[in-house]
T-cell receptor
Framework: DQQVKQNSPSLSVQEGRISILNCDYT??????FLWYKKYPAEGPTFLIS?????DKNEDGRFTVFLNKSAKHLSLHIVPSQPGDSAVYFC?????????FGAGTTVTVRA | DVKVTQSSRYLVKRTGEKVFLECVQD?????MFWYRQDPGLGLRLIYF???????EKGDIPEGYSVSREKKERFSLILESASTNQTSMYLC????????????FGDGTRLSIL
């Protein structure tokens, strides 16, 4: 049973606009949440993380929001750029283990 | 920069064969991981290791085993390959737990015929 869910398999956004990716989880023991980005034929690369005791973390164009009561997090990318076209995975950490969502494919249109 | 190297990008094997996937990391990380990635399922953890000669089962260990004889090397073994093990296999390493990000190799696309 998947403990981390990304319910939108794909997202299309115009260049310069905001991309919002969503993620839900079921296990309240998760202590960190991470986002990874993956281009075709490459391994995932770490993007940004947030501790379960925070509700927001920002790094340049990327901001992650955490709503613990709703067991929901989101990644905002603003402004979206063509190089942001990739698959984005949400992941949640408990100890050594990461649990991943199924991924959301983002396409940034010119 | 962390480098995780997987020995093969593409591999084709036959059912019943014993298959070895090799992974090497160059950053002296304590932890190493093997995942498989399938469409609609994301990355699923097969096995991980937090120290030399130590291993722990992940979420889908059936049909697989691992070996970690040296800190920098983590091998995934398919004891008797089956067609349902056709997948993308990803190796990762990390220095610790929690928000210490895992660093991934570029993957091995394994096809079992």
């Amino acid at each position: 049973d998947q403990q981390v869910k990304q319910n939108s398999p794909s997202l299309s956004v115009q260049e310069g606009r905001i991309s919002i990716l969503n993620c839900d989880y079921t296990n309240s023991m998760f202590d960190y949440f991470l986002w990874y980005k993956k281009y075709p034929a490459e391994g995932p690369t770490f993007l940004i993380s947030i501790s379960s005791i925070k509700d927001k973390n920002e790094d340049g164009r990327f901001t992650v929001f955490l709503n613990k009561s709703a067991k929901h997090l989101s990644l905002h990318i603003v402004p979206s750029q063509p190089g942001d076209s990739a698959v984005y995975f949400c992941a949640a950490s408990h100890g050594y283990k990461l649990s991943f969502g199924a991924g959301t494919t983002v396409t940034v249109r010119a | 920069d962390v480098k995780v190297t997987q020995s093969s990008r593409y591999l084709v094997k036959r059912t019943g064969e014993k298959v070895f996937l090799e992974c090497v990391q160059d950053m002296d990380h304590e932890n190493m991981f093997w995942y498989r990635q399938d469409p609609g399922l994301g990355l699923r953890l097969i096995y991980f290791s937090y120290d030399v000669k130590m291993k722990e089962k992940g979420d889908i260990p059936e049909g697989y085993s691992v070996s970690r004889e040296k800190k920098e090397r983590f091998s995934l073994i398919l004891e008797s390959a089956s067609t349902n093990q056709t997948s993308m296999y990803l190796c990762a390493s990390s220095p610790g737990q929690g928000d210490q990000p895992q660093h991934f190799g570029d993957g091995t696309r394994l096809s079992i015929l």
